[in-house]
């Protein structure tokens, strides 16, 4: 057999859980003896090496690790957790999810503040920036998804060029013929949401396309956030021939609105979104993207979080980009 067996690989074969092959491979006791033995038969049938720093870390840990999201709810999140929760588990750790929905009085803030777990991997920007970097430590490091946090080498951040993807995306609609691109922005405190108002404005000026402020308005990155500010572009009238919203929700709640009101996407209006959630693909008509590489993300926030513990040295800052998805909601002429 193959040397390039993975955990997936003996889990399968073992015909168990790939928590349960996990908590085999790692001498765990929540799992019965012969359930243990039919593991180990399939990892050394399969010449599964184990492999990873986590093997070699010190053994006074809490083998456990913590994922902070603003909002357990939203389907943005789980192609990032199955990303995140594939490295933990093939080094035999536990996940916790933890919303952040509250402030620094959350419970998601205490496992910062508490260092309840080895480490975190953040998104969550009602998380105060300083109260980030006053939690990382050694031994306790915090990788933070979608924010640049400077000044404590505790914490990396891992980031998506949203600027270089919003400018792509409103590129896509003025070149597919839209001489007027309108734009639904998320919460004006986010980091991802300044970024591409920014790459959306900057497009407009390369292109010498009309910027008007009723154009812009703000969805809160929700499905019905979309929706209302959708609705309010259609009650302003003059309609713009192109839309880019902020993340894919809220064109989502956008589709909704402009059914409700029977103007026709893309023959009457084009629209773009961002993420390229799992649903975009099976919209009517399917939804033009700039797609995140949210699984990717979560791999390597985990990757390099066990880096960390293994007192290894990483860079300070990881960025991706996004990637334009072209399908039926943008008329091309």
Same mark, same amino acid.
């Given at each position: 057999m193959s040397p390039l067996a993975t955990i997936k690989d003996v889990a399968k074969k073992a015909g168990v859980a790939l928590s349960t092959a996990s908590y085999a491979l790692n001498g765990s006791t929540k799992i019965s003896a012969s359930t243990r033995e039919k593991v180990l038969s399939a990892a050394k049938e399969l010449n599964y090496l184990k492999s990873g720093p986590a093997s070699d870390l010190k053994k006074n840990r809490t083998k456990t690790i913590a994922l902070l999201l603003s909002d357990l709810s939203g389907p943005f999140y789980s192609e990032l957790i199955r990303g995140v929760q594939e490295i933990v588990l093939e080094n035999g750790y536990d996940l916790i999810a933890v919303s952040s929905y509250a402030d620094e009085s959350s419970t998601a803030a205490r496992f910062l503040r508490e260092a309840r777990t080895d480490g975190v991997i953040l998104l969550a920007h009602n998380i105060n920036t300083d109260f980030v970097l006053n939690s990382a430590r050694e031994g306790f490091p915090i990788i933070a /998804?979608?924010?640049?946090?400077?000044?404590?080498?505790?914490?990396?951040? *891992?980031?998506?060029? =949203?600027?270089?993807?919003? $400018? &792509?995306?409103?590129?896509?609609?003025?070149?597919?013929?839209?001489?007027?691109?309108?734009?639904?922005?998320?919460?004006?405190n986010s980091k991802d949401s300044q970024e591409r108002l920014a790459g959306y404005k900057q497009a407009l000026a390369d292109f010498n396309t009309p910027s008007l402020y009723k154009w812009i308005l703000n969805g809160k990155f929700?499905?019905?956030?979309?929706?209302?500010?959708?609705?309010?572009?259609?009650?302003?009238?003059? /309609?713009?021939?192109?839309?880019?919203?902020?993340?894919?929700?809220?064109? *989502?709640?956008?589709? =909704?609105?402009?059914?409700? $009101? &029977?103007?026709?996407?893309?023959?009457?209006?084009?629209?773009?979104?961002?993420?390229?959630?799992?649903?975009?693909?099976?919209?009517?008509?399917?939804?033009?993207?700039?797609?995140?590489?949210?699984?990717?993300?979560?791999?390597l926030a985990s990757h390099v979080l066990f880096q960390l513990l293994a007192g290894e040295s990483v860079s300070s800052h990881y960025t991706f980009d996004a990637e334009l998805i072209s399908r039926e909601s943008v008329r091309l002429f």
């Open positions: /998804l979608d924010r640049e946090v400077i000044g404590n080498p505790n914490i990396i951040s *891992i980031s998506v060029n =949203n600027s270089r993807g919003a $400018y &792509e995306a409103t590129e896509h609609l003025i070149n597919s013929g839209c001489r007027s691109v309108a734009h639904i922005s998320g919460p004006a929700t499905q019905e956030g979309g929706y209302e500010a959708t609705k309010m572009l259609i009650h302003q009238g003059d /309609l713009p021939e192109g839309i880019f919203y902020g993340n894919d929700e809220m064109a *989502i709640g956008g589709l =909704n609105a402009l059914k409700e $009101y &029977e103007i026709r996407v893309p023959e009457d209006i084009s629209i773009i979104g961002f993420d390229d959630i799992q649903l975009a693909p099976y919209l009517r008509p399917p939804l033009t993207t700039m797609r995140q590489p949210k699984y990717e993300i979560g791999k």
